[in-house]
């Protein structure tokens, strides 16, 4: 659903936004978008990478649950 899809979009690039302290330099958040297609499909495929500190691992553990 296109809501649902903007709301995951939102929070990723929020929680990139809060990787970056005023010690990061040259903080980067990148979005990719790009088709990728297989012999059944077309896939439409978002990457979303930023330069910041990292998650710890706890919350690496915790990821693909809801509000996390």
């Known amino acids: 659903?296109?809501?649902e899809l903007?709301?995951?979009l939102s929070n990723l690039i929020n929680n990139s936004m809060e990787a970056f302290d005023e010690n990061s330099?040259?903080?980067e958040i990148k979005i990719k978008c790009f088709?990728?297609?297989t012999q059944s499909?077309?896939?439409n495929i978002i990457e979303i990478s930023?330069?910041?500190r990292g998650i710890t691992k706890e919350v690496v553990d915790q990821l693909g649950q809801?509000?996390?």
Do not use: A, E, F, T
Request: hydrophobic letters at 20%.
């Open 35 to 37: 088709k990728k297609y």
């Open 41 to 43: 499909k077309s896939l």
């Open 50 to 52: 930023d330069n910041g």
């Open 25 to 27: 330099k040259n903080p």
């Open 6 to 8: 903007l709301r995951v």
């Open 66 to 68: 809801k509000n996390i």
């Open 1 to 3: 659903n296109r809501h």
